[in-house]
């Protein structure tokens, strides 16, 4: 059974950063991109970064220049590097994981951010 586990998560105050990590246990086959998506209370879970099994990085707006994203698609490992945070961060982050194969995505079970003073 595939299971995406996230790490890193926590309470850090305005300005400060984390690092989520995401890796994932089982066999993935066809796994082409993995990334972070974030769901604030009340709001739409929303794209955040994501990168392909080329390398490739893709960015939401409000985040560009603060968060950058890495890792490793074929190792199923994908890291998030977040600076400069605002209480608008708050949110639960997720790893997921694309995959031209059914189910076409895998998700972890999400690690809470919070930023606050």
């Known amino acids: 059974q595939v299971q995406l586990v996230e790490s890193g998560g926590g309470l850090v105050q305005p300005g400060g950063s984390l690092r989520l990590s995401c890796a994932a246990s089982g066999s993935i086959f066809g796994c082409n991109a993995m990334g972070w998506y974030r769901q604030a209370p009340g709001k739409q879970r929303e794209l955040v970064a994501t990168i392909t099994s080329g390398g490739s990085t893709n960015y939401a707006e409000f985040v560009k220049g603060r968060f950058a994203i890495s890792g490793d698609v074929a190792k199923k490992r994908v890291y998030l590097q977040m600076n400069s945070l605002q209480p608008e961060d708050t949110a639960v982050y997720y790893c997921?994981?694309?995959?031209?194969?059914?189910?076409?995505?895998?998700w972890g079970q999400g690690t809470q951010v919070t930023v606050s003073s």
């Open positions: 997921n994981a694309d995959t031209v194969l059914y189910p076409y995505a895998y």
